[in-house]
């Protein structure tokens, strides 16, 4: 795939890529790309994230089998986001939770 991926990285080596879950639009979890992880992603059609905290690569559920099938990706209106919509084996969090975002804050009515 020959894409030219330059727009999404003008502003920053990194960009947020927000991961939902295709058959029920969940929010699974945030993590960050590089143009390689970009690059990886869009060649192999799973999920590959920048680690900040290891400063390397990681290819989502490589090691747990927890694996993300891209569906689609969509840029955000300033090229500075993605949306990434997969199905989802197994937990998306490393905690095993399906999602990360469990960890409720307050409900508004």
Same mark, same amino acid.
């Given at each position: 795939?020959?894409?030219? *991926?330059?727009?999404?990285? $003008?502003?920053?080596?990194?960009?947020?890529? =927000? /991961?939902?879950?295709?058959?029920?639009?969940?929010?699974?979890?945030?993590?960050?790309?590089?143009?390689?992880?970009?690059?990886?992603?869009?060649?192999?059609?799973?999920?590959?994230?920048?680690?900040?905290?290891?400063?390397? *690569?990681?290819?989502?559920? $490589?090691?747990?089998?927890?694996?993300?099938? =891209? /569906?689609?990706?969509?840029?955000?209106?300033?090229?500075?986001?993605?949306?990434?919509?997969?199905?989802?084996?197994?937990?998306?969090?490393?905690?095993?939770?399906?999602?990360?975002?469990?960890?409720?804050?307050?409900?508004?009515?």
């Amino acid at each position: 795939m020959n894409l030219n *991926l330059d727009k999404y990285f $003008a502003k920053a080596e990194l960009i947020p890529a =927000i /991961v939902q879950e295709a058959s029920t639009g969940e929010v699974l979890m945030l993590a960050y790309m590089n143009r390689e992880s970009l690059q990886k992603t869009l060649e192999t059609g799973y999920t590959w994230f920048w680690s900040r905290s290891r400063q390397e *690569l990681w290819n989502k559920g $490589a090691t747990s089998g927890h694996l993300q099938k =891209i /569906v689609s990706i969509c840029g955000d209106c300033d090229d500075d986001t993605l949306l990434i919509k997969v199905i989802q084996t197994g937990a998306a969090c490393h905690t095993g939770s399906h999602s990360c975002f469990f960890n409720k804050i307050k409900d508004f009515d």
